[in-house]
């Protein structure tokens, strides 16, 4: 199974990673980087997950709770937390993101 966890965050960046549940911490497959970002509604570590764009009804929904700059984009993440099978959609406003994979 994919697993993600939150690897760091500094208040500007936040880094998720993912890979392959037993070897996760030590060797992740897949980085994703968030730059510029402003909110942060989403669990620690998930699984099974699935980013894309915020819809506009979602991204509307997260603007009744936080100011969204114009620039900023609305990232949802489909998921499953780690303590139910059932998917969950999480929100991360930011001004850019970057997926990389690791050797």
Avoid: N, Q
Avoid at 36 to 54: E, I, K, M, N, Q
Avoid at 59 to 66: A, D, I, L, W
Wanted: hydrophobic share 40%; proline share 2%.
């Amino acid at each position: 199974a994919w697993d993600f966890v939150v690897r760091r965050y500094d208040g500007h960046t936040l880094e998720i990673a993912g890979g392959v549940d037993e070897t996760l911490h030590s060797h992740p497959s897949v980085l994703l980087e968030l730059r510029g970002v402003s909110y942060v509604d989403c669990p620690t570590a998930f699984r099974h997950a699935l980013v894309r764009l915020a819809s506009a009804e979602e991204r509307h929904g997260v603007e009744r709770r936080t100011v969204v700059d114009s620039e900023a984009k609305v990232y949802a993440i489909e998921a499953e937390t780690m303590g139910s099978v059932e998917v969950d959609t999480f929100f991360i406003v930011a001004h850019d993101a970057e997926l990389r994979t690791l050797d």
